[in-house]
């Protein structure tokens, strides 16, 4: 072809150049060089997601667990990736003691929820080795990664076949691997994988098509003898539990279990419509549990087409003996939540008037006001308006969450008050809780005897100073006088005013009694006595939190109960920054521009309140008596506006009584200066404590120490 090539011998060293120019990846071999002899003897495991949206039940991970000699799958549901050390616990332990065998090794990929010191210690005590991929290289773990891509392959198809919602894909999971157990491969030749792990070859008649609409049974001693015998609901699967079916209840939006089943599996729920009627089936029967006769639902069938049409899809208590749990969709339903919590409180009278229980509560609140004097029966002047009233109804919680007792409340519609013709003054100081905290720490350090008190329907014991009228409550008008308006003597809940008056009740009393209003602080009242003796009350307008219980409450609300904690509630050094740039979220302090940064960070907060439920402040006994101080501040720590934050802490009997971490309202041009600022508001705070405590009896003769640090710069 040419002339003048030299002739080149092959080298075996390798060109340097060569490399950085044509290097490759080494081929990977299509099958496996071993292969298990024996059950448990090597199993694969891998996570996929995080799987948008999130399901019912808030998880948003998949884990699966495939054994490598008989290849079935066990999969396992992760709100977050730290879960996968004891979802791997309760796998151990469930299929080391259905085979009587052991796990011997476990092949997994390099994440950190796989190679975190809890693990690995776990994995060394029980003697399983451990086989982890190269950096880079999910074909090590071929077996786990092809398996996780057909099942999600499988689950995108079957949604979309019967247009079920995506956040019922854990269910489409479940489903999509309880029949590949169930079926053939070519990796276990002759046999199921399922047959291949128990030996046992599987029935298959009862398989249906995901997401068709069945037709469940509603038993005899569930309905009555002109109320349908099934209701229509949507496939899901099988009871792990029982040996049943798993349906959906798209109006109730419960998951039903029942083995009395008629399926359509050519047909699928129309998941458009079901909102709306929902929403009519609910407002048709309410929260009313009362059973009427037959012949009275038979009526109110009649006279309502509308009425009629809702009640002939079903009644709720069909379904007591059904209903194994719940789940609601994000989406569609957080509008009506309320309307689908069994616990929900009724909020209108209608609602309530057929209902003894409420009725009762209502008797009590009418008899406690008339007992009070708080009203009388007259005639509305001329020219002068009446404020309208309300039933407000309420269930009380314990601590544990049970039901304590069930309240109603008569209030005024305040909304309607004019200023300066039937209220004037409205303020009513509340106790400051440095103040109380104070008087808890003395009260630890001196032994002294503390009581709380409630006064019960304390409103409406407060005297009215302005002509005040309002209609007579439903339920409760007077017959033959229905025209006629109550003029109240004492104050109502919901009016304008009403605090203060009680707060000039309560503190007329006190006055009357011998004690002395606190000048630093109105809700404090002090009487000293002969011999020494000092009587304290702090008084506090409202209902006190069960910090516990409520903290509790606050991490189910966002779906944190089950997440770990962590001893920080914010990682230090790290600032945050409007980041207009990042995915917009929802979150506090950046609420004009949040993002997953603050998303984050707000998170964090939760993961720590997870950890601190049961903490508190602790006071010892004949614990420092001298008031002591900390205070700093940083520097231009908001990147945003260059404003600095301080910060201070008061002790007292060995526990903190006060503290503040707020942003500076200048930008200071200096540390030094940022402390001063800081050291400014600590003083204002110190010198207000020190004459509260003076009142109390315990004086604190020298300086109050304080201690700032300062650098200069």
């Given at each position: 072809m040419v002339r003048g090539l030299p002739q080149l011998k092959a080298s075996s060293k390798v060109c340097t150049d060569c490399m950085m120019g044509k290097q490759h990846r080494n081929a990977i071999p299509k099958r496996s060089l071993w292969r298990a002899s024996q059950r448990l003897q090597l199993v694969h495991a891998d996570i996929c997601g995080p799987i948008k949206p999130v399901s019912n039940s808030k998880k948003r991970y998949l884990i699966s667990f495939i054994d490598d000699y008989s290849r079935k799958v066990w999969i396992y549901f992760l709100t977050?990736?730290?879960?996968?050390?004891?979802?791997?616990?309760?796998?151990?332990?469930?299929?080391?003691?259905?085979?009587?065998?052991?796990i011997c090794c476990l092949r997994t990929d390099r994440g950190g929820e796989f190679t975190s010191l809890e693990f690995n210690a776990f994995c060394k005590t029980n003697g399983i080795s451990r086989q982890l991929t190269a950096a880079y290289t999910p074909q090590q773990n071929g077996v786990a990664e092809r398996k996780n891509r057909t099942i999600m392959n499988m689950v995108r198809s079957m949604l979309s076949e019967k247009q079920v919602?995506?956040?019922?894909?854990p269910e489409a999971v479940n489903w999509t691997v309880h029949v590949l157990n169930r079926s053939p491969t070519l990796a276990v030749k002759g046999v199921t994988l399922e047959e291949a792990w128990s030996g046992v070859k599987p029935n298959v008649d009862y398989f249906r098509v995901f997401g068709c609409i069945g037709h469940v049974h509603v038993p005899d001693n569930k309905r009555k003898k002109l109320d349908d015998k099934s209701f229509q609901c949507v496939l899901l699967g099988v009871s792990e539990e029982s040996k049943a079916y798993r349906l959906y209840d798209p109006v109730s939006k419960k998951i039903v279990v029942s083995r009395d089943v008629v399926f359509e599996e050519d047909k699928c729920w129309n998941w458009g419509r079901s909102n709306e009627e929902v929403r009519l089936d609910v407002l048709e029967w309410g929260d009313s549990n009362e059973e009427g006769s037959e012949d009275e639902q038979g009526v109110s069938g009649e006279s309502s087409p509308s009425s009629q049409q809702g009640r002939n899809r079903r009644v709720p208590f069909w379904m007591e003996d059904y209903v194994s749990g719940g789940e609601f969709s994000e989406g569609d339903v957080e509008p009506n939540l309320v309307l689908f919590t069994s616990t929900a409180d009724p909020t209108t009278f209608e609602e309530v008037v057929q209902s003894s229980k409420w009725r009762a509560t209502m008797?009590?609140?009418?008899?406690?006001?008339?007992?009070?004097?708080?009203?009388e029966l007259t005639d509305l002047p001329e020219g002068v308006k009446k404020i309208g009233v309300k039933w407000v109804f309420k269930t009380k919680l314990n601590e544990n969450g049970k039901v304590d007792k069930c309240k109603a409340r008569l209030v005024a519609k305040g909304y309607a008050q004019q200023h300066g013709i039937d209220y004037t003054e409205v303020f009513?100081?509340?106790?400051?809780?440095?103040?109380?905290?104070?008087?808890?720490?003395?009260?630890?350090?001196?032994?002294?005897?503390?009581?709380?008190?409630?006064?019960?329907?304390?409103?409406?014991?407060?005297?009215?100073?302005?002509?005040?009228?309002?209609?007579?409550?439903q339920g409760y008008e007077k017959k033959g006088e229905e025209h006629k308006v109550y003029k109240l003597k004492k104050a109502l809940y919901g009016l304008k005013q009403a605090p203060r008056a009680w707060y000039s009740r309560i503190e007329a009393y006190f006055i009357k009694e011998g004690f002395e209003r606190c000048s630093c602080d109105c809700t404090l009242f002090i009487k000293t006595r002969d011999g020494g003796k000092i009587l304290i009350v702090s008084l506090y307008v409202d209902d006190l939190i069960l910090l516990r219980k409520y903290a509790k409450e606050v991490l189910e609300r966002f779906g944190m109960e089950k997440s770990n904690s962590v001893k920080n509630p914010i990682v230090p050094g790290d600032r945050l920054t409007k980041n207009e740039g990042g995915v917009k979220v929802d979150a506090t302090k950046f609420m004009a521009s949040p993002t997953e940064m603050h998303l984050q960070t707000a998170k964090k907060v939760l993961r720590y309140l997870k950890g601190t439920v049961d903490l508190g402040v602790f006071y010892?006994?004949?614990?420092?008596?001298?008031?002591?101080?900390?205070?700093?501040?940083?520097?231009?720590?908001?990147?945003?506006?260059?404003?600095?934050?301080?910060?201070?802490?008061?002790?007292?009997?060995?526990?903190?009584?006060?503290?503040?971490?707020?942003?500076?309202?200048m930008v200071t041009l200096s540390t030094t200066e940022a402390e001063f600022v800081a050291t400014a508001s600590y003083a204002c705070q110190g010198v207000w404590m020190r004459r509260v405590l003076?009142?109390?009896?315990?004086?604190?003769?020298?300086?109050?120490?304080?201690?700032?640090?300062?650098?200069?710069?």
């Open positions: 977050e990736k730290s879960e996968a050390f004891t979802t791997f616990k309760n796998y151990k332990n469930l299929v080391e003691k259905e085979t009587g065998a052991f919602p995506k956040n019922f894909w008797d009590l609140e009418i008899e406690a006001i008339e007992k009070n004097g708080t009203w009513a100081p509340v106790a400051r809780w440095d103040t109380i905290r104070m008087v808890i720490a003395l009260t630890a350090r001196n032994g002294w005897s503390v009581y709380q008190l409630d006064v019960k329907s304390a409103f409406l014991h407060g005297e009215l100073n302005e002509a005040v009228f309002i209609e007579q409550p010892q006994k004949e614990g420092n008596g001298e008031l002591m101080a900390y205070t700093d501040s940083d520097y231009a720590g908001d990147v945003d506006d260059r404003k600095s934050t301080s910060g201070y802490v008061f002790l007292l009997s060995e526990g903190v009584v006060a503290w503040s971490s707020k942003k500076q309202p003076e009142k109390l009896g315990h004086s604190q003769g020298k300086a109050l120490p304080c201690y700032v640090t300062i650098v200069l710069l």
